[in-house]
């Protein structure tokens, strides 16, 4: 089953905001272009679970007014500093399942590398009353070889989606040991630095930079999937 949304679920990323904005891999523009041919000019989003914005501000980017909708504290204040300079983009606290946004407000309803956290029931209904009718409901992974990804991305859009449109997009990230090291402790399995096993996670991190690298960059070979569906 995807998590039920809990306050462990929403503080899973607390002290993570500036590894996680600074070390996750973005979007591909590709992939960005794609979904813009699938709404209308003008369109409203509503990006949920936006966490610090890295795919938030790529719509923001392209004219869109958007809203981004985060829980966590910490994420929230990097998410606002992310929006900053798109006067038609707005921070909101608030919950997958409690967006705190008005009924029928927005036209497009983004999630990117956050559906498997959501209650797909309650996150379904919530979409429906802040989309307008047959809103477009958008769900976007970065799956890395060999992670997690590939199975949250598949298990989560099963269980929302219908009949999901689908599309792939690569997107090859090149890593130097500083953005290797944030992204290596940007997940919400990874210690703080204040946990006692936070060390010996560094020395693994390192070690695997070492054996891996080529010419001081490490590589991962990173899919971007699209996953969109009109709800109805």
Not at 8 to 37: H, L, Q
Not at 68 to 97: C, F, I, K
Not at 141 to 164: D, I, L, M, Q
Request: hydrophobic share 35%.
């Amino acid at each position: 089953m995807c998590p039920r949304p809990s306050p462990v679920n929403t503080e899973m990323f607390t002290g993570k905001a500036d590894a996680y904005a600074r070390g996750r891999p973005g979007y591909p523009a590709p992939s960005v272009d794609y979904i813009s041919t699938l709404v209308r000019k003008g369109a409203v989003f509503a990006d949920v679970g936006a966490g610090t914005g890295i795919f938030t501000a790529l719509i923001a980017e392209r004219g869109y007014e958007v809203f981004g909708v985060e829980p966590n504290t910490d994420m929230l204040e990097q998410l606002t500093a992310t929006l900053s300079p798109y006067p038609h983009a707005t921070a909101v606290p608030g919950t997958a399942e409690a967006t705190t946004l008005p009924d029928h407000s927005v036209d497009v309803i983004t999630c990117a590398q956050a559906l498997h956290w959501f209650d797909p029931d309650v996150f379904r209904t919530e979409c429906r009353r802040i989309g307008v009718p047959g809103a477009l409901v958008i769900a976007i992974y970065n799956v890395t070889p060999g992670g997690t990804s590939a199975t949250h991305s598949r298990s989560s859009t099963e269980k929302f989606f219908t009949r999901p449109m689908f599309r792939e997009f690569p997107n090859p990230i090149f890593h130097t040991r500083q953005t290797w090291v944030q992204y290596m402790t940007s997940h919400s399995e990874n210690p703080l630095p204040s946990d006692p096993t936070y060390d010996a996670h560094l020395a693994d991190v390192n070690a695997r930079f070492d054996r891996e690298n080529v010419d001081g960059l490490l590589r991962q070979d990173i899919t971007t999937r699209v996953y969109s569906e009109r709800l109805t």
